[in-house]
C-alpha cells in the first residue's frame, strides 16, 4: 500500500515563500504521474501543478511564475516552491499521484491528507 505525506505548509505574509513536500512510502516501481491540488473555503479542488512521468510539467494559468514543481525520484517525494505568495493562495494542499507498483504494472493512484497553506495581507 502507498501512502503520500505532505509537509511545510503554514502562514505566510503576502509575498512571502513556503516549500511544500509530498513523501511517498510503500512498493514503488515507478512515477506515472505526481501533481499538487488546492481547496480554497467555498470553492471546488483546482490543480496547481503536475509533472508527468516524461517531465512534462503544467501549471495553472494563476500560478505560473511563482510555484514551481519538482522531484527526486530516489526519494520518492516531489515538492512544490511557492514564491511571491498571495493571500488567494490560501487554501489546503493536497499532493496526488499515480504510481506503478509492480512488475504487472498495476498502478495505484491516490491523495495525501492535505497540508494548509494562508497568506495574509
Known amino acids: 500500500q502507498v501512502q503520500l505525506v505532505e509537509s511545510g505548509g503554514g502562514s505566510v505574509e503576502s509575498g512571502g515563500s513556503l516549500r511544500l513536500s509530498c513523501a511517498a512510502s510503500?512498493?514503488?516501481?515507478?512515477?506515472?504521474?505526481m501533481a499538487w491540488y488546492r481547496q480554497a473555503p467555498g470553492k471546488q479542488r483546482e490543480l496547481v501543478a503536475e509533472?508527468?512521468?516524461?517531465?512534462?510539467?503544467n501549471y495553472a494559468h494563476s500560478v505560473t511564475g511563482r510555484f514551481t514543481i519538482s522531484r527526486d525520484n530516489a526519494k520518492n517525494t516531489f515538492y512544490l516552491q511557492m514564491n511571491k505568495l498571495k493571500p488567494e493562495d490560501t487554501a489546503v494542499y493536497y499532493c496526488?499521484?499515480?504510481?506503478?507498483?509492480?512488475?504487472?504494472?498495476?498502478?495505484?493512484?491516490?491523495w495525501g491528507r492535505g497540508t494548509q497553506v494562508t497568506v495574509s495581507s
Open positions: 509533472i508527468t512521468a516524461r517531465n512534462n510539467i
Open positions: 510503500g512498493t514503488i516501481v515507478s512515477t506515472n504521474l
Open positions: 496526488n499521484a499515480e504510481f506503478v507498483i509492480d512488475s504487472d504494472a498495476s498502478t495505484w493512484h491516490g
